[in-house]
């Protein structure tokens, strides 16, 4: 009887264990992955276009150092105070880091370098005609003054800090800091009833100033359209528009005379202006 009893207690047990061999297995608990918070932390490099517009070049304050000369000013023959207003397109580039306090929104800050073309240069031709000598003297002659000026602005670049606050993949800022561009300025006054130059001066350099404004950027997702532009495989794609205000502060440049004409003329010279363009960046680092 015992035998029979240990019999069907190993039938059982084989039984029970083969049944559990043939059951499908328990599949691992799910591995949880938490969903990355956007951060504006890291660095970038991007391009922009847009549009400068009020381009100011203003001649001020114009002296003759000869009494012929201011005698043309006070009749007007010469004009104390010319300005040309430029406008035209610009494009370039930037770098720059932000830090983010924090995830998700917060503060942010940063700094930003860019420089950039710029289609600006006009000429603009004042035209005067009296009955008066270059002398102020009456006479039965009328004389006809020709002034030209010529504003111009080759490139334009900027070092600015940023301080914004960002609403998660929204980014607005105020952005300031140091500015420099390459400057062309020419004046040309011509003789009484010719057109042979009298006066000549000109500014072409790189003048020093400020600039400052602000701007809204969008941290597009990965699934957008801007994401599939990403070629630089970085951690983010961003998409800006922004205004800037600049000023190349103020010189005074001398005008000589030219062509035999006797004494010479100063002018101080003040260059600004104003620009919206939008902008692409590819940023590197945290998500």
Known sequence: MKKLLATLATFTALTATASAAD??????P???????????????FGINAGYAFDADTRFDRTVGTQGNNNAALTAG???????????GFTGGGQIGYNYQFGTGS??????????AYTDLNRLQT???????????????????RINQYRGGLDFLGTVRGRLGYAFDRFLVYGTGGFAYGGVDNQVVFYGPNTTTPFFVGRQNNIETGY????GIEYAAPTDSF????????????????????????????PIPGVNGAPGAYTARVRNEGDLVRAGINYKFGSY
Request: cysteine-free; overall charge positive; glycine content about 8%.
């Open 30 to 44: 799910p591995v949880f992955t938490p969903v990355p918070v956007f951060t504006w932390t890291g660095a970038y």
């Open 126 to 144: 004042f035209s005067n005609t009296t009955n008066l000598s270059a002398g102020v003297t009456p006479s039965a002659t009328q004389f006809t």
């Open 226 to 253: 801007f994401s599939r532009l990403n070629f630089f495989n970085s951690s983010a794609v961003t998409v800006k528009v922004e205004y800037l205000h600049f000023e190349l502060g103020n010189r005074t440049i």
């Open 106 to 115: 917060g503060i942010v800050v940063g700094i930003e370098a860019d420089a």
């Open 211 to 214: 600039a400052y404004g602000g």
């Open 23 to 28: 059951l499908p297995r328990r599949a691992p």
């Open 77 to 87: 023959l010469r004009p104390v105070v010319a300005r040309v207003r430029n406008d």
